[in-house]
């Protein structure tokens, strides 16, 4: 069964903290992404990563920065957290689409608030 | 600029009846499309797919259509099922390994 897991279910946090979410797929998957969801926005993609050391933003990088040392793990910095970055974060993987399409799996989620 | 739209954010169906959820594209390269459920404090999990050279995928009660010239797919669920209700979202992307563009979601709710 493929799994992809996120560190926190829920996050509470000051303005101006620096924020750590951690994602872990088991899948051996090459791609990782980041996705923040916000009611009415749909999911938008603020950064993701083809291979280990490799980034690409998305659409909505601003505020936040990614982490990929190990294929497995995809870190999600946000380097001083305001209050417009309360969302729910969601990460995934998917296995690498040199000539075919593959679907992305995604993790449960971090609901994060930042006060 | 929002590339895939949802412009039904909640869809209300009797137990038993057909669901159907639509979505509309903008950009004319995208060539593959998913719909993927959402259930509350959950991921969203992969449904259906669809690729541009057909106009119908079918998986047991989920068909999806595809118009390419309408830039229009929509998801059928037939018969619908209280546990179908979620959130829908489709996505679309122009080649493999290049992002996908989700849209806005749909809230289905099935009514017993």
């Known amino acids: 069964d493929v799994k992809v897991t996120q560190s926190s279910r829920y996050l509470v946090k000051r303005t101006g903290e620096k924020v750590f979410l951690e994602c872990v797929q088991d899948?051996?998957?090459?791609?990782m992404f980041w996705y923040r969801q916000d009611p009415g926005l749909g999911l938008r993609l603020i950064y993701f990563?083809?291979?280990?050391?490799?980034?690409e933003k998305g659409d909505i990088p601003e505020g936040y920065s990614v982490s990929r040392e190990k294929k497995e793990r995809f870190s999600l910095i946000l380097e001083s957290a305001s209050t417009n970055q309360t969302s729910m974060y969601l990460c995934?993987?998917?296995?690498?689409?040199?000539?075919?399409?593959?679907?992305?799996?995604f993790g449960p989620g971090t609901r994060l608030t930042v006060l | 600029d929002q590339q895939v739209k949802q412009n039904s954010p909640s869809l209300s169906v009797q137990e038993g009846r057909i669901s159907i959820l639509n979505c509309d594209y903008t950009n004319s390269m995208f060539d593959y499309f998913l719909w993927y459920k959402k259930y509350p404090a959950e991921g969203p999990t992969f449904l259906i797919s669809?690729?541009?050279?057909?106009d119908k995928n079918e998986d047991g009660r989920f068909t999806v259509f595809l118009n390419k010239s309408a830039k229009h797919l929509s998801l059928h669920i037939v018969p619908s099922q209280p546990g179908d209700s979620a959130v829908y979202f489709c996505?679309?992307?122009?080649?493999?390994?290049?992002?996908?563009?989700f849209g806005t979601g749909t809230s289905l709710t099935v009514i017993p």
């Open positions: 899948m051996d998957h090459e791609n």
């Open positions: 669809i690729s541009s050279i057909k």
């Open positions: 996505a679309a992307s122009s080649a493999p390994g290049n992002q996908f563009y």
């Open positions: 990563s083809y291979d280990v050391k490799m980034k």
């Open positions: 995934a993987s998917m296995a690498l689409a040199a000539h075919s399409y593959n679907e992305q799996f």
